[in-house]
């Protein structure tokens, strides 16, 4: 058992606007859920009010798909600094200083809700008090759990044999108590003997180590876009060193991840810039060169790339030798 916290504890869940072409600039909060607990994870209360958007009130049918609000149930509801009014009461009521959340999307949302009332000439003022308040506690958690990345709190929750008695994910009390279930996992219980949890990790692992070689495997072919030209097939065999290789075939890889992004391009710049030395590649019809008035510039194409390549490395590989 690890030592509990001395305070109430406060986990929430804000669910937001979605699905216009600007959803980060101009989100709205759309509904609030609250999991109040004391220092054992007994839960003391529980919140949860829908919102009714300032600007726009129509919800999207990706909205609508992914928290299943009903455009009714928005359209009855109070504006969100009432909502957060009531909130911030809550809060203060049972002494809560931080507000969980996972995740780094709630204080930017919260923050785009207070710009949405200023263009409306509304105040906000609850919401900025309890924007204060809230902290992201996803990166402690993956921490104390030992995970090589941040896994969804819907995937965690179910780990530890949460799911909503009513309603699904997405609905924001429904996700704040899967959050209340996955920190009270972690910080009173061995997770390392929940066997649900510990296959999910390894599936994760599993996964990224796939990814991984995935990503290498296309590196590779990439990188070989171009077969080796009769000049680089003479000189590889000369590298000394397993380190001069690799750096040869990583600024390979560099011109060939060019050559594919620009296919009807071709002519190319190699620029070289210095203090500290390092080079940059630009296709030359988007090469500027009032940006590099002190660099040195060299042109090539697609079938002159090898002496950029071969220049280069003779460049590196005397300082090792």
């Not at 941040?150 to 909503?164: E, H, Q, R, S, V």
Request: charged share 30%; proline share 3%.
């Amino acid at each position: 058992m690890n030592e509990l916290p001395v305070d109430n504890l406060c986990f929430a869940d804000f669910e937001f606007t979605c699905g216009f072409y600007d959803d980060k600039a101009r989100s709205e909060l759309l509904s609030v859920g609250l999991v109040i607990c004391g220092s054992d994870y007994t839960v003391l209360d529980t919140y949860y009010r829908t919102v009714k958007p300032c600007i726009r009130r129509k919800l999207t049918r990706q909205c609508r798909k992914l928290t299943k609000l009903t455009q009714e149930e928005i359209d009855a509801s109070a504006d969100s600094n009432v909502v957060m009014t009531e909130v911030y009461e809550l809060l203060t009521r049972y002494g809560i200083r931080e507000v969980g959340v996972w995740g780094n999307f709630d204080r930017p949302g919260l923050l785009s809700d207070i710009r949405q009332h200023a263009r409306a000439e509304r105040s906000a003022s609850s919401v900025s008090k309890v924007l204060r308040l809230v902290r992201d506690i996803q990166s402690e958690t993956v921490r104390k759990m030992k995970l090589p990345q941040a896994i969804n709190i819907k995937d965690l929750a179910i780990a530890f044999d949460y799911t909503p008695e009513q309603g699904t994910f997405h609905n924001a009390l429904n996700d704040a108590m899967a959050l209340y279930t996955v920190s009270k996992a972690v910080w009173t219980t061995d997770i390392y003997s929940c066997e649900k949890f510990l296959a999910l990790k390894q599936q994760r692992l599993d996964k990224i180590e796939a990814d991984k070689q995935a990503a290498e495997q296309r590196r590779r072919e990439l990188t070989m876009l171009i077969p080796l030209t009769e000049k680089e097939q003479k000189y590889l065999p000369t590298l000394r060193y397993e380190s001069d290789k690799n750096d040869y075939m990583k600024l390979r890889f560099r011109l060939m991840n060019m050559f594919s992004r620009f296919p009807e391009e071709e002519r190319f710049k190699f620029i070289v810039l210095h203090a500290p030395r390092r080079t940059k590649l630009a296709a030359a019809s988007r090469f500027d060169s009032e940006k590099y008035p002190a660099a040195d510039v060299t042109d090539f194409d697609r079938n002159t790339f090898d002496r950029i390549l071969l220049s280069e490395s003779k460049r590196k590989v005397p300082i090792r030798n």
